[in-house]
């Protein structure tokens, strides 16, 4: 019966749900799903991480290739990310070229890699003006079930951390590139950025790490995201308004999961 | 109509283009945008809503195609508007918001989401409330301040939008980092700023 009712009137269900202060997923409004890292699952990445919040599985893989900089910023590598949404993670998306939710995402991860100054691109320079690191940075969904951009930052952050890049001898001289696979070190991670979901249901319960079925039938998303003590990004993309109490609220709590993601993340590491 | 100019430094023309529903084009400072508004028109079977009008919403930068970065301020324009419209008043239908960038010169998101409300009041659009944007600067020495000397370094820089009701905050965008005191300063800052947006818009619309 309770499976019909939900598929009938599953905005009702859920309101029934939420009048007794729980969800149906068991949890309370301000709980969390338990969240996985492994690292350095592919062999073939120079660095990679596995993040699960809940059902929501995300891969990170990092590819590195050497490149010119740009004239403009001799000194300055490249960090490229790019979300895939493939037909399989969700039934939402279909084969083909990026979906335009893929696309809003993969600019939110961009924006809060460069907000947060985890890499400097001035240590991917190899030699100015001849030669830098161009870093992908690829992730693939395999399970979209809410909070995609906390799964991807944490394997993200897993991902980075333990990258190993080969060492690089170059000679300008001759423009000679000496590749040395075997001698390997660390990029290095500069902060630790956290992001957190939440999600405005019926203009007034705020939702802690929604589920794909919650963010559906909520009318607002909200993306905190803590560096160490700072913000780094604050993301409301529309939906329905927030008092700044309420906005102060979110931030607050999500300052209170930063340090357990962090300590999450260097266990893993 | 009239160019209408105002202490915020906008200057705005309501209904500057005769093929559109509503059209507006508005400059901040430099910045200026064009925005046009057809609605509620034939929807794609495919964005087709049984309950309610569809919005669409397509931002076109100065030159070339639209990028990655483009189909966020998308999104969250498209964010707005369908919070702000009466949408079940048009089911199967559908609402496109166009945006043309003419020039660019910082604040661009809040200049093109100013330019979609006051579309949106020329065309007549059923709007549970008007929403403005404001874009607000913090510099290294972490003062804020709403009007950015183009070309300036800064710290941080912060979108607000908030709604004309209750002045709740409808969407917020950030690059850079800050303390929590110094975002919620902002948050004060911008809304005082909304304000003389919205005795603004009620200027334009009178004239």
Same mark, same amino acid.
């Given at each position: ?48 991480a596995i993040a699960k919040v809940g059902n929501t599985t995300v891969v990170c893989g ?18 490229v990310p790019n979300l895939e949404l493939p037909p399989l993670c969700s039934p939402k998306f279909r084969p083909g070229p990026p979906s335009d939710q893929a696309q809003v995402l993969t600019q939110l991860i961009a924006d809060i ?23 992908f940075v690829d992730f693939v969904c395999l399970d979209f079930d809410g909070s995609v951009v906390d799964a991807c930052i944490v394997s993200l ?38 992001s957190?979901t ?12 929604p589920t794909q079925e919650e963010e559906n039938?909520?009318?607002?998303i909200?993306t ?11 993301h409301?993309p ?32 | ?12 023309? $309501? ?8 059209? !507006? &084009? ?8 064009? @925005? #046009? %508004? ?8 495919q ?21 990655v970065?483009?189909r966020l301020?998308e999104s ?25 960038? $003419? ?8 200049? !093109? &989401? ?8 020329? @065309? #007549? %659009? ?82």
């Amino acid at each position: 019966m309770a499976e019909q009712y939900k598929s009938l009137h599953p905005i009702k269900y859920y309101r029934d749900y939420l009048a007794h202060g729980i969800r149906p997923d068991g949890r309370e409004f301000n709980k969390f799903r338990p969240i996985l890292l492994n690292v350095g699952s592919i062999d073939t990445a120079d660095g990679s991480a596995i993040a699960k919040v809940g059902n929501t599985t995300v891969v990170c893989g990092i590819k590195a290739e050497l490149c010119k900089p740009k004239p403009d910023a001799p000194k300055c590598g490249f960090l490229v990310p790019n979300l895939e949404l493939p037909p399989l993670c969700s039934p939402k998306f279909r084969p083909g070229p990026p979906s335009d939710q893929a696309q809003v995402l993969t600019q939110l991860i961009a924006d809060i890699i460069e907000n947060s100054k985890c890499i400097d691109l001035n240590d991917l320079c190899i030699f100015q003006d001849k030669l830098v690191w161009c870093l992908f940075v690829d992730f693939v969904c395999l399970d979209f079930d809410g909070s995609v951009v906390d799964a991807c930052i944490v394997s993200l952050l897993g991902a980075l951390k333990t990258a190993k890049l080969p060492f690089v001898e170059y000679d300008p001289a001759l423009d000679n590139i000496q590749v040395n696979m075997e001698e390997r070190k660390h990029i290095k991670v500069h902060s630790t950025p956290v992001s957190t979901t939440f999600a405005v249901f019926d203009d007034k319960v705020i939702l802690k790490d929604p589920t794909q079925e919650e963010e559906n039938l909520c009318s607002g998303i909200l993306t905190v995201v803590f560096k160490d003590d700072e913000l780094c990004c604050v993301h409301k993309p529309g939906g329905s308004p927030l008092t700044q109490e309420e906005l102060s609220q979110c931030i607050e709590e999500s300052k209170e999961r930063t340090l357990f993601i962090k300590r999450l993340i260097d266990t893993a590491v | 109509m009239e160019t209408v100019t105002d202490k915020t430094n906008i200057s705005c023309k $309501l209904g500057i283009l005769s093929r559109p529903d509503g059209s !507006a &084009i508005l400059s901040e400072g430099n910045t200026t945008v064009i @925005a #046009g %508004i057809y609605g509620p028109v034939e929807v794609k079977l495919q964005k087709l809503l049984i309950d309610k009008a569809s919005v669409e919403c397509h931002y076109r930068p100065k030159s070339g195609l639209p990028g990655v970065e483009d189909r966020l301020y998308e999104s969250i324009i498209r964010n707005i508007c369908e919070t702000s419209f009466y949408a079940s008043l048009h089911p199967r239908t559908a609402i496109l918001v166009t945006i043309q960038e $003419l020039q660019n010169s910082g604040q661009l998101i809040s200049c !093109a &989401i100013n330019a979609a409300c006051l579309a949106c009041l020329n @065309a #007549g %659009i059923d709007m549970k409330f008007m929403f403005s944007a404001v874009t607000c600067y913090m510099n290294f020495e972490d003062d804020l301040y709403l009007h950015c000397a183009s070309g300036k370094e800064t710290k941080a820089m912060f979108v607000f939008v908030f709604d004309s009701t209750e002045k709740r905050i409808i969407a917020s965008h950030t690059k850079g980092s800050f303390t929590k005191e110094q975002f919620e300063e902002a948050v004060e800052l911008s809304k005082e700023g909304c304000e003389d947006r919205f005795t603004y818009y009620k200027k334009v619309l009178e004239s």
